[in-house]
């Protein structure tokens, strides 16, 4: 267990489908991130939120939709996804000593168990 | 570009070889580096970490020095278990005007046989 709990576990949807990921941390950090896990291509940072503020957008398609109602809840809405985005999809959190004047570090990140999602 | 690279798996060692993940990185400045590892079905967990030259990280038995005259993060185990079979991730993080880069490289998966 490592503090950040992920639903559902796994998921299978159609292309038309609408669906939501929910990530929730119970470590008390300001700071989380979605991440997509493709086999044999590098771990792939999709959006990064400090004090739910998204804060990096990694050219993510608008098919992704994420949203941080507050610091312990973050969720990544789908619709209209490929084939190409089944993937496992993993939330971090992490503590960012200096997040209201955006210097610091955000050092060790704490990973959810991940989404297994396949698109048909 | 910053950048991760670690060996391309898989490897499989006997129960109680000596293990040893390479890992090098491309950046500029002074990252942090990690080393992650993700068992079956489960997401990724910190194993250890090193925040500056020559700082040794150490966990369950794993080591990895912080090599920055060769830009090196090795991982090293002594004596591996069955229970260490597992995909093995090595990172670094570091600032850039103003914001955070998280640069993971594509893992290596372990296989260890009783």
């Known amino acids: 267990e490592t503090g950040v709990t992920q639903t559902p576990r796994h998921l299978v949807m159609g292309m038309t489908n609408k669906k939501s990921l929910k990530c929730e941390q119970h470590l008390g950090h300001n700071a989380m991130y979605w991440y997509k896990q493709s086999a044999k291509k590098p771990l792939e940072l999709m959006f990064v939120y400090s004090l739910e503020e998204r804060v990096e957008n990694n050219s993510v398609p608008s098919r992704f939709s994420p949203e941080c109602p507050n610091s312990s809840h973050l969720f990544l809405h789908l619709h209209t996804l490929q084939p190409e985005d089944s993937a496992l999809y993993l939330c971090?959190?992490?503590?960012?000593?200096?997040?209201?004047?955006?210097?610091?570090?955000?050092?060790?990140?704490?990973f959810g168990p991940g989404t297994r999602l396949t698109v048909l | 570009g910053d950048s991760v690279t670690q060996m391309e798996g898989p490897v499989t060692l006997s129960e109680e070889a000596f293990l040893t993940i390479n890992c090098t990185y491309t950046?500029?400045?002074?990252?942090?580096l990690f080393w992650y590892v993700q068992y079956p079905g489960e997401g990724l967990q910190l194993l250890l970490k090193a925040t500056k030259a020559d700082d040794k990280g150490s966990n369950k038995g794993f080591e990895a020095t912080y090599r920055k005259e060769t830009t090196s993060f090795h991982l090293e185990k002594g004596s591996v278990q069955v229970s260490d079979s597992a995909v093995y991730f090595c990172?670094?993080?570091?600032?850039?005007?103003?914001?955070?880069?998280?640069?993971f490289g594509t893992g290596t998966r372990l296989k260890v046989l009783a």
């Open positions: 950046a500029t400045g002074y990252p942090s």
């Open positions: 971090a959190s992490s503590q960012d000593p200096n997040a209201a004047s955006g210097g610091g570090r955000r050092d060790t990140q704490y």
């Open positions: 990172a670094l993080t570091l600032s850039r005007g103003g914001t955070y880069k998280y640069i």
